[in-house]
Protein backbone atom coordinates (compact mmCIF):
# COMPACT_ATOMS: atom_id res chain seq x y z
CA UNK A 1 0.00 0.00 0.00
CA UNK A 2 2.63 2.37 0.62
CA UNK A 3 4.21 1.94 -2.97
CA UNK A 4 0.38 2.95 -4.13
CA UNK A 5 0.49 6.12 -1.46
CA UNK A 6 3.78 7.16 -3.07
CA UNK A 7 2.97 6.58 -6.49
CA UNK A 8 -0.42 8.80 -6.39
CA UNK A 9 1.55 11.35 -4.50
CA UNK A 10 4.36 11.53 -7.23
CA UNK A 11 1.33 12.05 -9.56
CA UNK A 12 -0.42 14.20 -7.73
CA UNK A 13 3.16 16.81 -7.86
CA UNK A 14 3.66 16.54 -11.20
CA UNK A 15 -0.13 17.04 -11.78
CA UNK A 16 0.10 20.20 -9.22
CA UNK A 17 3.50 21.94 -11.63
CA UNK A 18 1.82 21.23 -14.63
CA UNK A 19 -1.25 23.41 -13.72
CA UNK A 20 0.94 25.55 -11.75
CA UNK A 21 2.39 25.96 -15.05
CA UNK A 22 -0.63 27.18 -17.24
CA UNK A 23 -2.00 29.33 -14.76
CA UNK A 24 1.37 31.16 -14.90
CA UNK A 25 1.16 30.73 -18.50
CA UNK A 26 -2.68 32.26 -17.83
CA UNK A 27 -1.20 35.61 -16.61
CA UNK A 28 1.85 35.82 -18.76
CA UNK A 29 -0.54 35.66 -21.70
CA UNK A 30 -4.55 36.40 -21.12
CA UNK A 31 -5.01 36.06 -24.95
CA UNK A 32 -4.61 32.70 -24.42
CA UNK A 33 -6.85 32.55 -20.84
CA UNK A 34 -9.73 30.82 -22.93
CA UNK A 35 -8.02 27.54 -24.41
CA UNK A 36 -5.76 27.43 -21.30
CA UNK A 37 -9.00 27.20 -19.05
CA UNK A 38 -10.19 24.78 -21.21
CA UNK A 39 -7.11 22.76 -20.19
CA UNK A 40 -7.27 23.49 -16.55
CA UNK A 41 -10.78 21.82 -16.96
CA UNK A 42 -9.27 18.84 -18.26
CA UNK A 43 -6.59 18.52 -15.63
CA UNK A 44 -9.68 18.40 -13.37
CA UNK A 45 -10.67 15.26 -14.83
CA UNK A 46 -7.12 14.45 -14.88
CA UNK A 47 -7.12 15.14 -11.46
CA UNK A 48 -10.33 12.91 -10.32
CA UNK A 49 -8.93 9.98 -12.51
CA UNK A 50 -5.53 10.20 -10.34
CA UNK A 51 -7.54 9.89 -7.47
CA UNK A 52 -9.81 7.35 -8.24
CA UNK A 53 -7.28 5.44 -9.45
CA UNK A 54 -5.66 4.87 -6.48
CA UNK A 55 -8.90 4.55 -4.67
CA UNK A 56 -9.89 1.17 -6.70
CA UNK A 57 -6.40 0.03 -6.09
CA UNK A 58 -6.99 0.79 -2.33
CA UNK A 59 -10.39 -0.97 -2.75
CA UNK A 60 -9.09 -4.42 -4.61
CA UNK A 61 -5.95 -4.30 -1.57
CA UNK A 62 -8.87 -4.49 0.81
CA UNK A 63 -11.19 -7.14 -1.05
CA UNK A 64 -8.05 -8.71 -1.26
CA UNK A 65 -7.25 -9.21 2.42
CA UNK A 66 -8.80 -12.42 4.42
CA UNK A 67 -11.87 -12.05 5.47
CA UNK A 68 -13.01 -11.11 9.07
CA UNK A 69 -13.77 -14.16 11.19
CA UNK A 70 -17.69 -14.23 12.31
CA UNK A 71 -18.41 -12.34 15.01
CA UNK A 72 -20.33 -14.67 17.51
CA UNK A 73 -22.71 -11.93 18.91
CA UNK A 74 -24.70 -9.84 16.55
CA UNK A 75 -24.16 -6.18 16.42
CA UNK A 76 -26.25 -4.06 18.53
CA UNK A 77 -25.80 -0.78 16.32
CA UNK A 78 -25.74 -0.39 12.57
CA UNK A 79 -24.69 2.51 10.64
CA UNK A 80 -24.78 3.72 7.03
CA UNK A 81 -23.44 7.27 5.82
CA UNK A 82 -23.31 8.57 2.25
CA UNK A 83 -21.27 12.20 1.98
CA UNK A 84 -21.47 13.57 -1.56
CA UNK A 85 -19.49 16.96 -2.45
CA UNK A 86 -17.59 18.83 -5.07
CA UNK A 87 -14.58 18.99 -3.42
CA UNK A 88 -12.01 17.48 -0.30
CA UNK A 89 -12.56 20.53 1.53
CA UNK A 90 -16.68 20.41 1.08
CA UNK A 91 -16.39 16.61 2.24
CA UNK A 92 -14.31 17.15 5.29
CA UNK A 93 -16.74 19.82 6.38
CA UNK A 94 -19.65 17.42 5.53
CA UNK A 95 -18.78 15.16 7.15
CA UNK A 96 -18.01 17.03 10.77
CA UNK A 97 -21.83 17.96 10.47
CA UNK A 98 -22.89 14.47 10.02
CA UNK A 99 -20.68 13.21 12.89
CA UNK A 100 -22.47 16.05 15.13
CA UNK A 101 -25.60 14.91 14.16
CA UNK A 102 -24.77 11.53 14.81
CA UNK A 103 -23.28 11.88 18.04
CA UNK A 104 -26.87 13.54 18.67
CA UNK A 105 -28.48 10.77 18.09
CA UNK A 106 -26.14 8.39 19.64
CA UNK A 107 -26.37 9.85 22.54
CA UNK A 108 -30.66 10.26 22.33
CA UNK A 109 -30.39 5.55 21.62
CA UNK A 110 -27.91 5.47 24.49
CA UNK A 111 -31.00 7.55 26.83
CA UNK A 112 -33.49 5.41 25.89
CA UNK A 113 -36.05 8.39 24.67
CA UNK A 114 -35.91 7.52 21.45
CA UNK A 115 -36.76 5.10 18.97
CA UNK A 116 -34.69 2.17 17.60
CA UNK A 117 -33.98 3.66 14.50
CA UNK A 118 -32.94 6.87 13.30
CA UNK A 119 -32.68 9.05 10.06
CA UNK A 120 -31.04 12.10 9.37
CA UNK A 121 -29.27 14.11 6.39
CA UNK A 122 -28.42 17.57 5.19
CA UNK A 123 -28.05 18.95 1.81
CA UNK A 124 -26.90 22.34 0.43
CA UNK A 125 -24.24 24.25 -1.50
CA UNK A 126 -21.37 21.98 0.08
CA UNK A 127 -23.35 18.88 -1.26
CA UNK A 128 -25.24 16.13 0.78
CA UNK A 129 -25.50 13.50 3.59
CA UNK A 130 -27.48 10.92 4.62
CA UNK A 131 -27.54 8.42 7.06
CA UNK A 132 -29.28 5.69 9.08
CA UNK A 133 -28.40 4.55 12.54
CA UNK A 134 -30.40 1.31 13.62
CA UNK A 135 -29.85 -0.13 17.18
CA UNK A 136 -31.75 -3.71 17.97
CA UNK A 137 -32.12 -2.73 21.57
CA UNK A 138 -33.13 1.09 22.22
CA UNK A 139 -31.78 1.22 25.87
Not at 120 to 126: A, D, E, F, P, R
Request: proline letters at 5%; one cysteine or more.
Amino acid sequence: MEKVDDLTREKLREWQMRRLEIKDRIQSHPEQTLELSRVLDLMDDEHAQILSEAQMIRVEEVTDAPAPTAQAVPPACTLQLNVAAQNAEDLRRLLDMAVFELQQQINAMASGTDSPAHCGGMSGSLGEYRFELGSQDPA
